[in-house]
């Protein structure tokens, strides 16, 4: 009857029964190269916009059906309460019909936090060993080694580095002239990780690289695990040939570990360089700025736990002795060694 | 034979699945009428002032009972209020307030930035939970972690008491603990709630925003050092 191999008409139903669908052909596979990243955000992305149009949809079918009933009902009573009846009923239906559009508006906006929703699906296992991996760099180039595409690790990290920042800041009596400790360390930690993940995926865009703008984020996240580190550290012993080893061992060390993964996204000499120079510059020069700028040593005031405040910093000419420990942890020990 | 006539009647089965006639099917659809609710609600605008304030007053007051003594229950959870969030909220913004508030130096919080950083900080909580599958609704969790700030705030009072002493290594040491005790009290009371809404293998993911979260207000009011 009809062409093809294998198909029986087993058409007994009035309706049609469930063999008419059935996919003809000789089932050849196509592999869709797009989403061979596994953890890629695109899959996910294409989810969510999925469910979202299906809800629309529903709702558009929703709201046809009930103007249909509507329409069916007003027709109906029109004999008997006349027009004004209807003008009522017409005009109340508007009322609600806007209501619940606005309503569906503001649920859709709500409901957008659905669509970070797959972003956060990690286990805590999974954090820790993704932090850990952050600082050991992975030597294969050749092939484009996995990024995880979460964006929970980094958004912690981001917010300890904050926590950090204001604990240096404090700890070393920086004045903020124009804006409060707190904008001004939240607006550092937040503008670095969207501003530079949005650059690097800029130019790897450009040079055409392999990666999308959910692992630049989630990359300079973790990347950030080694900047925390140092930062707890040094703000804590001031002691500046440590800061310098640090900032080589730690800071190269997740510096190393972005550059991989970025060589192993990227085809050419000229790109390759371009985009891990670029990256390298700007992680090394931010931990050297997160360092120097936020953590001045005042001169005769170590931190603001003891004393009151003395007048505005002054800079005078001084030895800086080789290892200054903060007063905090000073303290602590004197109350150590009383015991 | 049978079985292709089984198969061209997929549904034959069913024709026969019917109620029979002599058990008579009856029952009562209604809606309870909620006419009795309505008199209620107007009955609570006839009513003195002071019983509608102290209503609340009382409200408020039994859920700072259920911060104190942090068992799992529920009551904080199913009648939220913002009330005292804000009460404390206010309170903590006013005893930072004031400390080594030269006229150009802003080493101290001001009132708008603790208020910003409890409310943002509570948000940004509130959305990573629900973003990790909770099932705690939006101003549930926020009634939550704004009464957990109580024993902060009571720890800020107890520092500007201290303060008044002197502010040397003793009174240090003393404020040292004073905050880290609070913070874990403060900690351990919102994860009684909060965790429990979480399925059970990422508690550990939900906790740690509340514990960065407190650390950052007890740590504010541990660098509080008044002006002279």
């Avoid at chain 1, 580190?229 to 012993?237: A, G, S």
């Avoid at chain 2, 659809?29 to 909620?34: G, M």
């Avoid at chain 2, 006419?35 to 006839?46: A, G, I, M, N, P």
Wanted: aromatic letters at 10%.
């Amino acid at each position: 009857m009809s062409a093809g191999s294998g198909n029986r008409n087993t058409n007994t139903e009035p309706w049609g029964s469930f063999d008419e669908h059935l996919i003809q052909g000789s089932g050849s596979a196509v592999v869709d190269m797009e989403n061979m990243d596994d953890t890629s955000g695109s899959s996910f992305e294409d989810m969510g916009e999925m469910h979202q149009r299906m809800k629309e949809e529903e709702e558009v079918a929703a709201e046809a059906a009930a103007t249909e009933d509507d329409s069916t009902e007003d027709g109906e009573f029109l004999g008997m309460k006349g027009l004004k009846g209807q003008l009522g009923r017409q005009v109340a239906d508007e009322v609600w019909q806007a209501g619940k559009r606005q309503a569906s508006k503001a649920f859709n906006l709500y409901a957008n936090i659905d669509i970070l929703r797959p972003y956060f699906d990690v286990e805590p296992v999974q954090v820790r060993s993704r932090l850990i991996e952050s600082m050991i760099p992975v030597r294969m180039i050749n092939f484009p080694q996995k990024i995880a595409g979460e964006l929970y690790g980094p958004l912690m990290l981001v917010f300890t580095l904050v926590a950090i920042l204001l604990h240096g800041m404090k700890t070393s009596g920086t004045v903020i002239r124009e804006g409060t400790l707190m904008g001004t360390a939240i607006g550092t930690c937040f503008g670095y990780w969207l501003g530079v993940s949005s650059f690097i995926y800029f130019l790897a865009y450009l040079v055409n690289a392999q990666i999308t703008m959910l692992q630049t984020l989630s990359l300079l996240g973790y990347g950030l695990f080694g900047h925390c580190v140092v930062l707890l550290i040094t703000y804590n012993i001031h002691f500046h040939f440590l800061f310098y080893v640090l900032w080589l061992l730690l800071g190269g060390l997740s510096t190393l570990r972005m550059v991989a993964a970025l060589l192993s996204r990227t085809v050419g000499q000229t790109p390759r360089l371009l985009l891990c120079g670029t990256l390298t510059l700007l992680h090394m020069l931010f931990l050297l700025y997160l360092h120097f700028a936020y953590h001045k040593i005042v001169e005769g005031l170590l931190d603001s736990l003891e004393g009151p405040n003395m007048a505005p910093m002054q800079r005078v000419a001084r030895d800086v002795p080789e290892l200054t420990v903060n007063a905090t942890a000073r303290s602590l020990g004197v109350l150590l060694r009383a015991h | 034979m049978a079985a292709a006539e089984e198969a061209s009647r997929p549904f034959a089965g069913l024709s026969d699945v019917s109620i029979s006639e002599d058990i008579p099917v009856e029952g009562d659809i209604s809606v309870p009428v909620a006419s009795s609710r309505r008199d209620e609600e107007f009955s609570t605008l006839d009513e003195p002032v002071k019983e509608t304030i102290l209503r609340d007053l009382r409200a408020v007051g039994n859920k700072f009972i259920h911060v104190l003594y942090p068992k799992r229950s529920s009551a904080l959870l199913r009648d939220w209020d913002l009330w005292g969030p804000l009460l404390l909220c206010v309170t903590l913004a006013l005893l930072l307030q004031g400390g080594a508030a030269d006229s150009d130096d802003q080493g101290g919080p001001q009132f708008a930035e603790v208020f910003v950083i409890i409310w943002f900080g509570s948000i940004i909580i509130t959305l990573n939970s629900k973003l990790l599958g909770g099932t705690i609704s939006f101003f549930q969790s926020l009634c939550v972690l704004g009464y957990c700030i109580m024993p902060l705030t009571a720890a800020m009072a107890v520092c500007r008491i201290v303060l008044i002493g002197g502010s040397g290594t003793v009174s240090f040491a003393v404020r040292l603990v004073v905050v880290t005790a609070s913070f874990g009290w403060s900690t351990f009371a919102s994860t009684a709630f909060l965790a429990d809404s979480q399925p059970p293998n990422r508690k550990a993911l939900v906790v740690y925003p509340v514990f960065l979260f407190y650390f950052v207000i007890g740590w504010m009011i541990l660098t509080f050092s008044p002006s002279q």
